[in-house]
């Protein structure tokens, strides 16, 4: 036996149980990633709709869970590639579950293009899920240590590799270029495909141990344990299904509530005060014309986000209030004004 040999863990070689059952666990715990990936999504619909103040998931914190969301998958991505093909490639299952999850990819792309033209999915998780679902098999039987390297090389690749060329739009799908593309749903390779490595690495080494634990002997005996047995083992209908039903159901409550008021109101703050600041105001008073501008339309019910048309009457009132305030920045500029002055 050689020392690389020696050095290196066999592939994942599952119980026979395991073959013929999955691992319960390994369902639940991409159950719970569906979960969090709804809850996600849910809030995201809200903002989208204005029923919510603003879109809280486009706030770093919601970037952050997004990411760390989408990369629990990937990761289980690669623990499931170890699990399926531990013993060696099976072909067919492998073939259909590609076409499964292809298939569902292609459907989100024409989903998300005919619904959001200017910013459909053209590489979102599912096309990443099943682009590395191809590269991830050549690191199945590879040395671990060699895997894990290259996972760490894919990770750091958007740091280290910049070109002008991978800004083209035949290469977008890579991540290496310098800019962000306009779409609902990005994931490219690089970084992404670094964490289906890192579940990879991570199910050759604990899959064993896992697999001959309390844990991993797991079997759902109760409803609750075997429905979220079952909504991990049918991940990919659930991915589908579930937005076009959040989507459909929210649109139905704010037809009959209405959105929120204030929802945009941080959004037109922010912007109000840009354009003062770049006018040649300072920022603490344009912040100050920009809450009195944007109160003064709200109790006169002039501040719209549902693309009402103004009336000409409307849009004089409108024109007369922010004038009116610019005036309170003026005075304020020049040390007559307080913060509380309104028009």
């Not at 958007?158 to 994931?187: E, K, M, S, W």
């Amino acid at each position: 036996m050689s020392s690389d040999t020696a050095a290196a863990p066999r592939p994942y070689a599952p119980p026979a149980k395991a073959q013929r059952n999955r691992l319960p666990v390994i369902d639940a715990a991409r159950a719970i990633a569906l979960v969090a990936m709804a809850s996600f999504h849910t809030v995201w619909d809200l903002g989208y709709l204005r029923l919510t103040a603003e879109n809280y998931a486009a706030t770093r914190a919601g970037h952050m869970a997004a990411e760390l969301i989408a990369g629990s998958f990937l990761i289980l991505v690669g623990v499931g590639l170890v699990l399926m093909n531990g013993r060696g490639i099976r072909p067919r299952p492998t073939l259909l579950r590609l076409a499964r999850v292809g298939g569902g990819a292609l459907l989100v792309t024409l989903g998300t293009w005919w619904a959001f033209p200017d910013a459909y999915v053209f590489f979102g998780i599912l096309h990443c899920i099943a682009v590395s679902s191809v590269l991830g098999l050549a690191f199945l039987f590879l040395p671990v240590l060699v895997t894990a390297l290259a996972a760490a090389l894919v990770l750091a690749a958007p740091y280290l590799v910049h070109a002008a060329f991978l800004d083209a739009p035949a290469l977008l799908f890579l991540g290496l270029g310098a800019v962000t593309p306009q779409t609902n749903d990005y994931v490219p390779l690089c970084p992404w495909f670094g964490l289906v490595l890192a579940g990879i690495v991570l199910g050759r080494i604990g899959l064993p141990t896992l697999a001959g634990s309390r844990l991993g002997a797991w079997t759902p005996r109760s409803a609750p344990g075997r429905g979220i047995a079952f909504l991990g083992r049918h991940s990919l209908a659930f991915y589908l299904i579930h937005q076009p039903v959040l989507l459909a159901v929210l649109t139905g409550v704010v037809s009959v509530t209405g959105a929120d008021p204030h929802a945009g109101l941080r959004a037109f703050r922010a912007d109000y005060t840009k354009i003062c600041t770049r006018t040649g105001g300072e920022p603490p008073l344009c912040r100050i014309a920009a809450r009195c501008t944007s109160e003064a339309l709200l109790r006169e019910d002039l501040f719209r986000e549902d693309g009402r048309p103004f009336t000409v009457a409307e849009q004089v009132r409108a024109h007369d209030l922010s004038q009116a305030c610019y005036g309170v920045l003026e005075r304020a500029q020049a040390g007559v004004a307080t913060p509380d002055q309104k028009p």
